[in-house]
């Protein structure tokens, strides 16, 4: 099974810089994609940054310039560092990673637990 771990949430002012991480463990043979959503309250979950393998990476229009996404595929862990955070990033954010666990040749999409991000004064 594989498990995800996220960490870094918390409450900061408009203005201010966060940085989340989602460790993936367990038996884990490799990973594809790597990726954080998000979902305020009353709207739907939606895709904040995207990054492939080989380190490609695209962003929603709304964080361009201001979060930036990365992995580290020894600690088969993904970051997201946001900078100059609105109150509109307020949200509970989820990392996704598809991997292929070792007992199995098919690759699934497994998720955080999500953290909460609050952007307020």
């Known amino acids: 099974q594989v498990q995800l771990v996220e960490s870094g949430g918390g409450l900061v002012q408009p203005g201010g810089s966060l940085r989340l991480s989602c460790a993936a463990s367990?038996?884990?043979?490799?990973?594809?994609?790597m990726a954080w959503y998000r979902q305020a309250p009353g709207k739907e979950r939606e895709l904040v940054a995207h990054?492939?393998?080989?380190?490609?990476?695209n962003y929603a229009d709304s964080v361009k310039g201001r979060f930036t996404i990365s992995r580290d595929n020894a600690k088969n862990t993904v970051y997201l560092q946001m900078n100059s955070l609105k109150p509109e990033d307020t949200a509970v954010y989820y990392c996704?990673?598809?991997?292929?666990?070792?007992?199995?040749?098919?690759?699934?999409?497994?998720w955080g637990q999500g953290t909460q991000v609050t952007v307020s004064s």
């Open positions: 990054i492939t393998s080989g380190g490609s990476t």
């Open positions: 367990g038996s884990i043979f490799s990973i594809n994609t």
């Open positions: 996704r990673v598809r991997g292929r666990p070792t007992t199995s040749v098919y690759y699934y999409d497994y």
